[in-house]
Each structure stands twice: as C-alpha cells, then as structure tokens.
C-alpha cells in the first residue's frame, strides 16, 4: 500500500514538472474559457425598443468562467442617423417687450424647432414644417429652418381648434396650451459669405397695418394729421380719416394733406408697394394686390405670390399684421391693432374675441403709446444653462413669476397659472408686474374641494386646511382643520415676510417683516404698500384644477397630432407617438448647433437698467448683457471710480441681425462611450459613469460606418467573474443615448483573460 502511494505522488509530481494539463482543463479552456468574443447586436435577446436601441443585452451560447481582464478590441457602430440629436431640436430666445416683461422669464420666452426625425410627413404636417433629418451641408439646414420660422405643429393645430370650435367636440379640453411659438417673428439665415448663420429678430419695430380691404400700409406709429406741429420728410399721417399721406420735405409745417398736386404731402402707401426695380432683403416687407409679404430669399423683379415660396411668404399672422378692430376676430395677448377712429393703437390685455370697442374705459384693451426709439420689442438669443430654458422644454405649467404682467381671465381659462402647487386666476384687469398670489379665508363651502394650506371662515372662525378634503365641516373634522387665531390684524402684533391676515374684511400677504404698519385699502392706496399687498388672484377649487401647460414636451404630445373623425376632435391622434423629446439637464440646444454659443448664464435684474435708464460701467456683465440684445440697447456709461458720463451713441447698427459667435457644428457626436456589465466599477469617467470599456473614434460620415481598434494594452480586472449574458450601452460625448434603428448592427470585439 505504501508503495502504491509513493508511485501516485511521483506520477503527480512528474506531471507538476512536465507542466501537463488535463482532459478537464483542456476541455474548459477550449469551451469556456476563450480568448476572443464577439458581441453582435444581431443576437440581441433584448434592446428596450421596437423600432431603435441604444442598449443591447447578448445571452452568451456558453457561460465564460473566471474572467480575469477584459479589454475592448474593436468596435464597428454605424452611423445611420441624423446630424441633430432630437433631444437638441429647439431653438429658444426672448422677446422683451414692456407687456409681457421687460427682463427674460418663462412667459416672454419663446422657441423654433425642427420636428423630431421619428415624425413621418404622413402623420404630421406634411411638408410645410422644419424637420430633423440628415443634412449634408449648411444650406440643407437654413431650408428646412425656413420653414421652422413660419409653422410650428402644434401651433398650428391649436388654433384650428380655436377656429373651428364650432365643431361638436366633446373631447375638447376645458383650456388649450400657450405654445411658445410665434410665427414669422424671427428668422434664421446662412449668410454665406461668412459661412454663419444669422437670427434676425422681425418685428422689434410696430409691425405692418392693414386698414380693411385697402393696402395702406406704415412701419410707423402714425398719428392724425397736426395743422401746429412740424415733420420730417418721410413722416406718414392720417388725414382726414384713414388715408395715408407720407412728408415730402423737411419742416413742414402748416400743410394740409390733400390730393395731388400738393408740394408738401404725397398719398403713400407706405413705402411698402412691390417695385420690379428694387433689390429687396431676406426680412424686407412689401405689398402687392393688397396682400403682404415678407421676403425670404435676396430678390429683384420676383413677383410676390401665392405660389412663390422661394422669394416670397404671405404674411398672415398678427404678430406681423396689425389688423384693424373687428368684432368678431380673435385677439391673442399682447396683439397690437389700430383703430381708425380714433387714430391710435391698442394691445389686446388677454386673448379675447372682439373685446369691444377699443377705448380708454374698455379693460379689454390697453393703449399702446410706441417707445421714444421705436423699438417695441428686443430679442435676447438663450442657452443650455439658462434654468427657464430647461422647465419649459419639459412639462411646465404655467406658472406665476414676479416679471410678468397677467391680467384678467380670458374667453377660455388658459390664463390660469399656478404658484406653489396651487393654480390661481387674476380676478381683475391691470394686474401688474410682482403681484404674488396667495391662500385666503373665503367662507367655507361644501363644493370647494381644499387643499392643505387652504384658509377659511366658517362660523365666524378661521380654519387652515391641515389636509385635502371636500364637504368636510371644519367644526366636526378636526384631523382635517385646525383653527386659526391670529388671522384678524393687529397692530400690536410682528408679522414675518409671507403671513397672511385679515383687516377691514380684506385679506392682504406681509412683503416684509413689519410691526405696527396697518394694511392699506384698496380704495385708497391701490391695495398695495412697502409691507403690505391685498389679493388679486381667486383660488380654483375644483378638484381637478390645473393651470395651462406650456412645456413643449407636454404640449407636443398632446397636439401635435390631431384629426377630426366625424365631428369629433381627436388628439393625440395618430396616438402613441412620443412628443418633442425632453432633456432635463440640457448641454445642448439647437442654438449651440448653429454656433450661437452662448451658455445663456445671466442676471436678469442687470437689465432692469434698459427699463430704467440707469447708466451702466463700462466692460460690466451689464454691458456685455446688453451687446446681445437686438437691436442693440442705447445706453449711457460711466468710467468706474470717476463716473465721468458719456452721452448715450448707437453701439451698432439698429438691426435684428445676431450673428452666430462660431460656425455650425453638423456633427452627431465625435465619439461613443462603451459600457458594459462586465466592467462594474472598475472604470470612471468624468461624467461620473462607471462601467467603462472603451471610447470609440465616430470616424466616419453620417450614412457610414465608424471603425475602432484598440492597439494599447488596457487590459480591466474583472476578478474572476463568471459570465453569462453581457449588455452594452451606447452613449454619445453629451451622456444622452446614442441611438441607433434596429437595422443598425453593433459588432464588438474583446480580449478574455482568465486566471491561471
């Protein structure tokens, strides 16, 4: 026995020397344990998507034992997709203007954009709106642009519902969305000789007037004819009633317009009139057989028409039309109209229909009195870092702000906004700017349903909601109220910013910390002091009360697709197709695509000094805030230190042009991030992703396919896992997704190294 065993342990020692593998171990090296595999999309047995993927998942056809090092050989990634991602197809700036708020917020902020590339024409717009696509050079971009510019989906489509509302609807929604979106106000051009592109802000003058049928037409505020005053060659009035004469000399003074031959006045029709011998510009208005244009395209002797959408696009839009009052047209807010009668201009205070006669003791309509330069309106082009520009991509309702002016309810309740989970509605006309609304003591009723926080009178004694409810007696739910005392005003009590009390059976909201200073009245004061305001909002207490959605992800979702089937609307319909695509945490924006690079950091109180003609200090972020305004501001400055004053001068040309900071970047993305489960934490990237096996090269054109190969030794420990599936991720140098349709097919190659 003895020798048996010493013959074993020398067969065992000789076979240690000889370095002999067994059968066993052979067999596990050849069958799992390979040195090389090959991972194919193709054999994917998941990729979370019926139609596209930017993540796989591979069942292996044999499990891998004790991996040891992994490392990413090569990889084969095709590039069959657009140069724009979709999450990056909204173009977004401001438009201040003293009505809807002087300095940017989310109300006066709006947007153009291309349609996401999964949009099919058949479903959505045809042909007439921008698109997402593969573009092969600049010029394929500024075309579809053009179109952006001019329509926008679900714009478009709100407003057939508002035009067709007739229709037996019972689907339609109490209140319809605000889209952020106003046609034909900018444009965004190549200019070709610089290679740019260019944002040209269109009506940061009084737009176009039309009065009835006629084509009279003036860029100017125009005013009925003075026999005392004195004009300019080139002044337009009225006179008597609406008929346009333009000066033909300088000094004119004591000169009745009357009918040719007259030396002083010519009847005009506004400098506008279509000529074959004038070379016209892209934003260049004309008229012609009592329609307008806008020029789109550089033209001389191209006729304006219908048809003609090279050179020519009829404008339609009150945004660009100043319309004559009509009693049964629909105003939006802000529209400006004129009014013969009484020779002067009008801001519609809310969407309404018709409104009135415009007049001084009509709430409806505001009078509008043009700037001393003109200039009604200035353009402020955003970025990725601007905090109002990443809610409103997203599912934003419309929300109280303190820069904004609101008014009284519209004919529809799209006015409703929402202030701290609560929606509220102004309750008067002439509400203005900083106005906060807030929770008051309203008698109690059993068909309010009441939110926490929610104030109330209910048998001479105040309640505060401490949870929702609807027809719960305050009396006899205490679990649901709790009483309050210290509502009534005293003036021997210290209030804190934001308490709210009763005085004069009116409620007011402390704007500061205050003791001893009594609440004004309304009569008196206008409801509002240094420490105190009064209310000027009324809470919706219906259960599912809401205010008006103004995120594009949400309204897109929700009306860019829409069809009538009998007399019924329908929308979303076709349904199941994702909106406008949402990226919270924005990096990029089709601004920065375009090469408008700012990052859209700012103070907002800086230009406040605009407003209030305040000088400024020269090469202050004050100054650098207003170089980006089209037109560019006047301003007066002043040497720091010395504040030696400088008389204000035109810094620039007074134009709406912005012309990109850089140039166009059509690329995708110029890398793709690998990640894989079989890497775990032993990668970092300075995204904070763990998970890493490789960065690969993006080397080839769209429609292409991109090649990889690794020549570095970068071997990754894997600590002897056993392998059984392996999942890839994809994402582009931004960390979005990088998204691939499923006829796409990812080849990844890796090194398997195992332990001895």
Same mark, same amino acid.
């Given at each position: 026995?003895?020798?048996?065993?010493?013959?074993?342990?020398?067969?065992?020692?000789?076979?240690?020397?000889?370095?002999?593998?067994?059968?066993?171990?052979?067999?596990?090296?050849?069958?799992?344990?390979?040195?090389?595999?090959?991972?194919?999309?193709?054999?994917?047995?998941?990729?979370?998507?019926?139609?596209?993927?930017?993540?796989?998942?591979? =069942?292996?056809?044999?499990?891998?034992?004790?991996?040891?090092?992994?490392?990413?050989?090569?990889?084969?990634?095709?590039?069959?997709?657009?140069?724009?991602?979709?999450?990056?197809?909204?173009?977004?700036?401001?438009?201040?203007?003293?009505?809807?708020?002087?300095?940017?917020?989310?109300?006066?902020?709006?947007?153009?954009?291309?349609?996401?590339?999964?949009?099919?024409?058949?479903?959505?717009?045809?042909?007439?709106?921008?698109?997402?696509?593969?573009?092969?050079?600049?010029?394929?971009?500024?075309?579809?642009?053009?179109?952006?510019?001019?329509?926008?989906?679900?714009? =478009?489509?709100?407003?057939?519902?508002?035009?067709?509302?007739?229709?037996?609807?019972?689907?339609?929604?109490?209140?319809?969305?605000?889209?952020?979106?106003?046609?034909?106000?900018?444009?965004?051009?190549?200019?070709?000789?610089?290679?740019?592109?260019?944002?040209?802000?269109?009506?940061?003058?009084?737009?176009?007037?039309?009065?009835?049928?006629?084509?009279?037409?003036?860029?100017?505020?125009?005013?009925?004819?003075?026999?005392?005053?004195?004009?300019?060659?080139?002044?337009?009035?009225?006179?008597?009633?609406?008929?346009?004469?333009?000066?033909?000399?300088?000094?004119?003074?004591?000169?009745?317009?009357?009918?040719?031959?007259?030396?002083?006045?010519?009847?005009?029709?506004?400098?506008?009139?279509?000529?074959?011998?004038?070379?016209?510009?892209?934003?260049?208005?004309?008229?012609?057989?009592?329609?307008?244009?806008?020029?789109?395209?550089?033209?001389?002797?191209?006729?304006?028409?219908?048809?003609?959408?090279?050179?020519?696009?009829?404008?339609?839009?009150?945004?660009?039309?100043?319309?004559?009052?009509?009693?049964?047209?629909?105003?939006?807010?802000?529209?400006?109209?004129?009014?013969?009668?009484?020779?002067?201009?009008?801001?519609?205070?809310?969407?309404?229909?018709?409104?009135?006669?415009?007049?001084?003791?009509?709430?409806?309509?505001?009078?509008?009195?043009?700037?001393?330069?003109?200039?009604?309106?200035?353009?402020?082009?955003?970025?990725?870092?601007?905090?109002?520009?990443?809610?409103?991509?997203?599912?934003?309702?419309?929300?109280?702000?303190?820069?904004?002016?609101?008014?009284?309810?519209?004919?529809?309740?799209?006015?409703?906004?929402?202030?701290?989970?609560?929606?509220?509605?102004?309750?008067?006309?002439?509400?203005?700017?900083?106005?906060?609304?807030?929770?008051?003591?309203?008698?109690?009723?059993?068909?309010?349903?009441?939110?926490?926080?929610?104030?109330?009178?209910?048998?001479?004694?105040?309640?505060?909601?401490?949870?929702?409810?609807?027809?719960?007696?305050?009396?006899?739910?205490?679990?649901?109220?709790?009483?309050?005392?210290?509502?009534?005003?005293?003036?021997?009590?210290?209030?804190?910013?934001?308490?709210?009390?009763?005085?004069?059976?009116?409620?007011?909201?402390?704007?500061?910390?205050?003791?001893?200073?009594?609440?004004?009245?309304?009569?008196?004061?206008?409801?509002?002091?240094?420490?105190?305001?009064?209310?000027?909002?009324?809470?919706?207490?219906?259960?599912?009360?809401?205010?008006?959605?103004?995120?594009?992800?949400?309204?897109?979702?929700?009306?860019?697709?829409?069809?009538?089937?009998?007399?019924?609307?329908?929308?979303?319909?076709?349904?199941?197709?994702?909106?406008?695509?949402?990226?919270?945490?924005?990096?990029?924006?089709?601004?920065?695509?375009?090469?408008?690079?700012?990052?859209?950091?700012?103070?907002?109180?800086?230009?406040?000094?605009?407003?209030?003609?305040?000088?400024?200090?020269?090469?202050?972020?004050?100054?650098?805030?207003?170089?980006?305004?089209?037109?560019?501001?006047?301003?007066?400055?002043?040497?720091?230190?010395?504040?030696?004053?400088?008389?204000?001068?035109?810094?620039?040309?007074?134009?709406?042009?912005?012309?990109?900071?850089?140039?166009?970047?059509?690329?995708?993305?110029?890398?793709?991030?690998?990640?894989?489960?079989?890497?775990?934490?032993?990668?970092?990237?300075?995204?904070?992703?763990?998970?890493?096996?490789?960065?690969?090269?993006?080397?080839?054109?769209?429609?292409?396919?991109?090649?990889?190969?690794?020549?570095?030794?970068?071997?990754?420990?894997?600590?002897?896992?056993?392998?059984?599936?392996?999942?890839?991720?994809?994402?582009?140098?931004?960390?979005?997704?990088?998204?691939?349709?499923?006829?796409?097919?990812?080849?990844?190659?890796?090194?398997?190294?195992?332990?001895?």
């Amino acid at each position: 026995m003895d020798e048996l065993v010493a013959e074993t342990v020398r067969e065992i020692e000789e076979e240690q020397a000889l370095k002999r593998k067994s059968a066993i171990s052979v067999f596990q090296s050849m069958l799992n344990q390979p040195a090389l595999v090959s991972v194919s999309s193709a054999n994917a047995t998941f990729t979370g998507s019926g139609e596209s993927f930017s993540e796989f998942r591979v =069942d292996l056809p044999r499990p891998i034992l004790k991996v040891e090092g992994i490392q990413l050989l090569n990889a084969n990634i095709p590039e069959c997709t657009q140069n724009i991602p979709d999450t990056a197809c909204a173009f977004w700036y401001y438009r201040l203007n003293p009505f809807l708020g002087a300095v940017p917020n989310p109300l006066n902020l709006y947007m153009v954009r291309l349609l996401p590339s999964y949009y099919k024409p058949e479903y959505a717009g045809g042909d007439f709106n921008g698109r997402n696509q593969t573009f092969f050079d600049y010029q394929d971009v500024a075309t579809e642009l053009v179109k952006s510019c001019e329509n926008d989906l679900a714009y =478009d489509n709100i407003n057939t519902i508002i035009e067709l509302g007739g229709v037996d609807q019972p689907t339609i929604p109490e209140y319809l969305p605000e889209v952020p979106f106003s046609p034909n106000d900018i444009s965004i051009t190549l200019n070709i000789p610089l290679n740019k592109f260019q944002m040209t802000g269109l009506n940061y003058y009084l737009p176009l007037i039309s009065f009835y049928q006629d084509t009279i037409t003036s860029e100017s505020y125009v005013t009925a004819f003075d026999f005392g005053a004195t004009y300019d060659e080139g002044d337009f009035v009225y006179y008597p009633v609406n008929i346009l004469y333009r000066s033909k000399v300088a000094g004119n003074t004591g000169h009745y317009p009357t009918g040719p031959p007259n030396s002083f006045w010519e009847v005009s029709d506004g400098g506008f009139g279509w000529s074959a011998t004038t070379t016209y510009d892209v934003g260049d208005f004309v008229t012609y057989n009592e329609k307008a244009y806008r020029c789109i395209l550089i033209s001389l002797n191209n006729v304006p028409d219908d048809d003609d959408s090279l050179n020519w696009v009829v404008v339609q839009d009150d945004s660009q039309w100043v319309r004559t009052w009509d009693v049964n047209e629909y105003y939006a807010k802000g529209v400006i109209i004129y009014y013969p009668p009484t020779f002067s201009f009008w801001v519609s205070v809310n969407g309404i229909r018709g409104g009135g006669i415009p007049n001084p003791g009509n709430t409806a309509w505001s009078q509008y009195v043009p700037p001393e330069d003109g200039i009604y309106n200035r353009y402020l082009i955003t970025g990725y870092d601007d905090p109002n520009v990443a809610i409103r991509q997203g599912t934003q309702l419309k929300t109280w702000n303190p820069y904004n002016t609101f008014q009284g309810s519209d004919w529809m309740t799209s006015t409703a906004i929402e202030h701290n989970g609560i929606p509220y509605l102004p309750i008067q006309s002439g509400v203005t700017i900083n106005l906060i609304p807030f929770q008051y003591p309203e008698t109690w009723s059993n068909t309010n349903y009441y939110l926490k926080g929610d104030l109330v009178l209910y048998l001479s004694i105040y309640y505060e909601a401490i949870e929702s409810s609807l027809n719960s007696l305050p009396t006899t739910n205490p679990n649901r109220w709790k009483v309050r005392t210290n509502l009534t005003y005293s003036s021997t009590t210290s209030y804190a910013k934001g308490d709210v009390v009763v005085y004069a059976s009116i409620p007011y909201i402390a704007l500061q910390s205050s003791r001893g200073q009594t609440p004004p009245t309304i009569a008196t004061t206008g409801g509002v002091n240094a420490f105190w305001q009064t209310n000027y909002w009324e809470r919706n207490y219906t259960s599912t009360a809401t205010a008006c959605k103004v995120g594009l992800n949400s309204v897109s979702s929700s009306y860019d697709f829409l069809d009538i089937v009998g007399n019924e609307w329908r929308f979303p319909f076709p349904s199941g197709i994702p909106g406008q695509p949402f990226n919270p945490n924005p990096k990029r924006l089709l601004n920065s695509i375009l090469g408008f690079t700012w990052n859209g950091q700012m103070d907002v109180t800086a230009l406040a000094s605009i407003v209030n003609n305040i000088p400024v200090a020269t090469n202050n972020t004050v100054v650098q805030l207003y170089n980006r305004l089209r037109p560019v501001p006047q301003y007066t400055t002043f040497v720091v230190g010395t504040e030696l004053g400088i008389e204000p001068y035109t810094q620039a040309t007074v134009t709406g042009i912005f012309t990109a900071n850089g140039y166009a970047n059509l690329v995708y993305s110029s890398i793709v991030a690998v990640y894989g489960s079989i890497a775990g934490a032993r990668t970092l990237d300075t995204q904070r992703n763990t998970s890493l096996l490789g960065m690969t090269s993006m080397n080839a054109d769209n429609l292409g396919v991109s090649f990889y190969g690794n020549y570095i030794e970068s071997e990754l420990i894997a600590n002897g896992e056993d392998l059984y599936s392996i999942s890839i991720q994809l994402f582009d140098e931004f960390n979005e997704p990088f998204v691939l349709t499923n006829n796409a097919v990812v080849t990844l190659t890796f090194k398997m190294t195992y332990k001895k």
